[in-house]
């Protein structure tokens, strides 16, 4: 490994170690790295969604008694179609384009307001999950900024909306890195990378755990706010510099 190599796996930890505490936000810096130091969507992707499935494997195993099962199973109703039908597309379209149009989901979802209007009935919002994160995902990479929202539900405490969050993430890399394979790229042409980066994301995760005791409730759902404010911004900047000066 070479010293770019070293600071991505860095990297890795530093934001699993974010996600542990916070739920989400981690995966859109590491892939903002791969896509800062040149990697092709398609090399990417899938090495993102490898790593990813490990990271919310072990995040979930870290929260799995605080799981909501059925929310599963109605993500995976969406997510398991439009994975694969969207999948034969992917080298296709513009991704500074995706950039825009997640920057604007999320930033739409943060209006003000929004906090006092009826939620999403559940099933309707874990099967919007899905089809978000086997749609836009696909391209993307990250998608726990947009549909992290919908799995921030008010009757559930922040370990359950963490733990739930983390299962169908887990599902949903999976899906990429299987439907990334059928169309012919492997999540694989870095083996070593992609290991090591799979120990890192472990290890923050389990140090992101241990920091989550000592977030509050209310630090939690501020925290969770501000990750999706400044990630968003973040995305429809590089979008727009894409879009416009290249």
């Known amino acids: 490994m070479n010293v770019v190599d070293v600071a991505i796996v860095l990297v890795g930890f530093l934001t699993a170690t974010l996600s542990g505490v916070a739920g989400l936000g981690g995966g859109t810096i ?7 130091l040149g990697m092709a969507p398609a090399e990417a992707v899938p090495l993102f969604a490898a790593v990813q499935f490990v990271a919310n494997s072990s995040r ?3 929260y799995l008694r605080h799981v909501e099962w059925h929310a599963a199973g109605w993500f995976l109703l969406a997510a398991v ?16 384009v995706v950039r825009l149009v997640l920057a604007g989901l999320i930033l739409a979802s943060l209006a003000p307001g929004r906090a006092a209007r009826a939620a999403l009935p559940p ?5 919007l999950a899905g089809l978000l994160n086997g749609s ?7 998608t726990g900024l947009v549909v992290g929202r919908l799995f921030f539900r008010p009757e559930w405490r922040k370990e359950t909306t963490i733990g739930t969050l983390a299962l169908t993430q887990t599902l949903g890399h999976a899906l990429r890195v299987i439907a990334y394979g059928v ?12 290991a090591s980066l799979g120990v890192a994301v472990i290890a923050g995760t389990a140090f992101g755990k241990r920091l989550n005791g000592h977030v509050s409730e209310a630090q939690f759902a501020t925290l969770f706010k501000w990750i999706l ?5 973040k995305l429809a900047f590089d979008g727009a510099r894409g879009l416009l000066w290249n």
């Open 183 to 194: 169309v012919g790229f492997s999540a694989f042409t870095k083996p070593l990378l992609l």
């Open 60 to 62: 979930t195993f870290a």
């Open 136 to 142: 836009v995902g696909m391209f993307v990479g990250a």
């Open 123 to 127: 099933r309707s919002a874990f099967t």
């Open 229 to 233: 404010i400044v990630l968003s911004l």
């Open 30 to 36: 590491l892939i903002g790295v791969f896509y800062a």
């Open 81 to 96: 179609p439009a994975s694969f039908l969207v999948a034969p597309f992917v080298a296709d379209v513009d991704a500074d």
